[in-house]
């Protein structure tokens, strides 16, 4: 079944995004996962940075993603720009980030992105049983599963949101610390002096002569 | 000194629209001595308001129609029933006083005289309403001076060896030189090409009452915040009431030319700030509410005498809607440009400006330096070039400081069915029938820009570029150039309104902004549009004052 054909089967999908049967199955793994300690220590991290995002949600009343929905978006940020010798979209707090967007200035989209959200998490479960959300799958089946869904409206809106939450003023809840503009080394300044940059420091002047003759 | 007329008092004018010809016909036609009230469905913001907010610009309202309130459709064939836009408007322009020309990049060249006439020159094309204009350039020069003198332009005059004769030199020298302007020069010299200052409706020293550009980089969607850049908010309107004859209505939204039984125009009705319908009595009607909102409006405001909106007598309201494509193409260097300072733009090529008969296809175009733009733009730009998330994604965004665009800006041929209509079931905020855009490109604009965006790419390469890609060019599904849908001609069988932009069926009703133009230039269409506001305004105060409206 394509991701696309599952996108349109809305009528298995509740209010509240997930299908009943996933949301009975994400609860019985008690969101995380009860069993966590037994794996790798990347899915200890994983895992204890998801409780700590949700920790760290700060309760107000815009929280737009329930915990396991948090859990998988932030997963799909932190492939999308991920953290290496800089940091990435978890840094930056993107995940939570999209959960204030979506519960406000974003609320426009809040519905379908809801509703692509449980697409996402009934087909990764139905392409990998053994895992209970994309957020618990190894490093290598995600880019696998995002590889495979990442020309889906879907992927595209997450993306879109990501570098929303990378790049936007840190007022909104993203960019921590200006951690997305330091990788991009980008300065927000009111004033500016030439020269700009390498290229325009010994320009000897507009040789207008150059034109007319030729 | 801000005048308030009375609604049942009829004003010689109301003008729909505050932005680049509202502006332009308001302070005129006050400085003639008439009366007007400007209508403007935005606010009136203060420089104070402006800020560097790239979200708020680029992905929520903002100072633009928002996808909330101002609900569109659009499609790429008539026959679709379309898809609402959730994220921009398909077609996005500035809604508040001052228009556009708050949040443009104010790339202010002049059109070149082959796009007045250049149907005559090249002949028809089968299946467009490829036209000729029922002016031509020499008889729009003076204005074209006119905005660059009082609206405030820099640039260097006789720089580039393919502009058309001017009366004037440009008023203000160029802005400082960018190094994305640098190198666009350095390749296209090499190349044999002549690249030359981009004119720029952007103090490059104090002008008017207002101070030179500080360089901030936040031009192109933004408000400028020292009012550097010349929006008619900083200039034409606040000169508009000096004179005491002109009010501007902010957050009035018109929604109606209300018609008499002789088929005149009598007043606008329009929702007040409170959404409370208002009607203001006027002798005559200037609709400068841009290429979108200007045929939405003449076809809301339908009746029994004119059942298919007002101005419509050809069926053309709407129809011809042109964009002009723009192309982008990256190039990243060894050391640092920093194109996020400064003005978006400093150096132009306009060697292929003109068609060549010979390349196979319609259209020509001009070839700029460009800023990223902004952050986010940027990030989610970059990502159609080459890989769109993960490592080697993070990689290319720390790029940015070495990386500059160059935009190819191509011609767009007038379709009659690419076109803004009323949506049939789509509503805005306040009631009112949403606008529904179809749009598809000729295969010739594609090729045009195609063929603009591989000199881009040699360009780069002769500037020494580390690495060149470009944006596959695509179907267009939004712009912000805004143009051709109440074109302007002498047959009012196949225009809208006739030279001076009167409309045909209704004679104290005028249409003047983008949709006037009957071919799209080559992009930077709002000096173009200035200009024929300013004429414009000089003909309708003739009309005016021998009674001949």
């Keep these: 079944m394509s991701f696309s054909r599952q996108r349109g089967s809305a009528g298995a999908v509740h209010e509240d995004g997930y299908s009943r049967r996933a949301f009975l199955r994400a609860a019985a793994c008690g969101a995380l996962g009860g069993t966590w300690l037994t794996l790798d220590l990347a899915k200890v991290a994983r895992a204890a940075h998801d409780a700590q995002l949700a920790h760290e949600s700060p309760g107000a009343p815009t929280t737009f993603l329930s915990r396991i929905e948090l859990a998988d978006v932030d997963a799909i940020a932190a492939q999308i720009i991920p953290t290496d010798a800089t940091p990435g979209a978890r840094e930056a707090g993107v995940a939570l980030f999209i959960d204030r967007a979506l519960a406000t200035f974003f609320a426009r989209m809040a519905s379908d992105f809801r509703s692509q959200l449980a697409a996402f998490h009934v087909h990764c479960q139905t392409r990998y049983p053994d895992a209970p959300s994309f957020a618990a799958l190894g490093n290598e089946r995600q880019m696998e599963f995002l590889t495979q869904i990442e020309r889906t409206p879907f992927f595209e809106r997450v993306r879109l949101l990501t570098l929303i939450g990378m790049l936007a003023m840190s007022k909104y809840g993203g960019n921590r610390d200006n951690v997305g503009w330091k990788l991009l080394g980008f300065q927000d300044q009111h004033v500016f002096q030439p020269p700009f940059g390498y290229y325009d420091r010994d320009y000897p002047g507009f040789a207008i002569e150059v034109n007319e003759r030729s | ?549």
């Design chain 2, 1 to 549: 000194m801000t005048r308030t007329y009375r609604l049942s008092h009829p004003v010689d004018f109301a003008i729909v629209g505050s932005g680049a010809a509202g502006g332009v016909l308001a302070r005129e036609l006050a400085q003639a001595g008439f009366s007007v009230v400007v209508f403007e469905q935005g606010p009136r913001l203060t420089l104070a308001d402006f800020e560097h907010d790239e979200l708020k610009y680029w992905f929520t309202a903002g100072i633009t129609n928002d996808v909330v309130k101002n609900p569109q459709m659009f499609r790429d064939d008539r026959v679709k029933r379309g898809e609402r836009n959730l994220v921009r408007p398909s077609l996005c322009y500035a809604r508040t006083v001052g228009g556009t020309t708050v949040h443009y990049t104010a790339n202010y060249w002049r059109f070149h005289e082959i796009d007045f006439d250049e149907r005559s020159r090249l002949g028809s094309i089968a299946g467009t309403g490829f036209a000729d204009w029922p002016l031509r350039y020499a008889e729009l020069e003076p204005y074209y001076t006119k905005v660059e003198w009082e609206i405030g332009v820099s640039g260097l005059a006789g720089a580039s060896p393919f502009d058309p004769p001017r009366s004037r030199p440009y008023p203000m020298p160029p802005l400082p030189v960018k190094s994305s302007g640098v190198l666009l020069e350095r390749g296209a010299r090499k190349l044999g090409l002549h690249p030359f200052p981009a004119p720029l409706a952007i103090n490059s020293q104090p002008w008017l009452g207002r101070p030179a550009c500080i360089h901030c980089g936040f031009c192109q969607g933004f408000g400028c915040e020292v009012g550097a850049k010349a929006s008619t908010l900083t200039t034409m309107i606040p000169q508009a009431e000096a004179t005491g004859r002109c009010e501007v209505r902010a957050e009035s939204y018109v929604v109606q030319i209300v018609i008499d039984k002789r088929g005149r125009a009598t007043g606008v009705r329009y929702f007040d700030r409170d959404k409370r319908e208002r009607v203001q009595k006027t002798k005559a009607v200037i609709v400068a509410a841009n290429g979108a909102e200007t045929p939405r409006l003449l076809l809301m405001s339908a009746n029994s005498m004119f059942p298919q909106g007002l101005a419509n007598s050809s069926g053309l309201v709407g129809r011809y809607l042109m964009f002009n494509y723009t192309a982008r193409t990256h190039a990243v260097f060894e050391h640092e440009l920093n194109e996020f300072k400064s003005v978006q733009c400093s150096r132009v090529v306009h060697d292929f400006y003109d068609t060549d008969p010979k390349r196979g296809f319609y259209g020509g175009g001009g070839i700029d330096s460009r800023i990223g733009p902004q952050p986010i733009i940027w990030a989610d730009r970059i990502g159609d070039e080459g890989p769109s998330w993960g490592r080697a994604y993070k990689a290319r965004l720390a790029e940015f400081p070495r990386t500059m665009q160059v935009a190819s800006h191509g011609t767009s041929l007038a379709l009659e069915t690419n076109s803004v209509e009323l949506d049939p079931e789509l509503q805005d905020a306040w009631g009112m029938p949403a606008m529904r855009v179809t749009y598809k490109d000729h295969p010739d604009d594609l090729a045009n820009v195609r063929f603009l965006q591989a000199r881009a790419t040699e360009i780069m390469e002769a500037a020494g570029a580390l690495r060149v890609t470009s944006a596959p060019v695509k179907p267009q599904t939004s712009s912000v150039h805004l143009l051709g849908t109440c074109r302007m001609g002498d047959d009012p069988a196949a225009s809208v309104v006739d030279r001076y932009h009167r409309s045909h069926d209704i004679p104290n009703l005028f249409l003047c902004d983008g949709s006037s133009l009957v071919t799209s230039g080559r992009g930077q269409p709002t000096l173009t549009i200035q200009a024929l506001a300013f004429r414009a305004a000089a003909h309708i105060a003739n009309f005016a004052r021998r009674n001949e409206i």
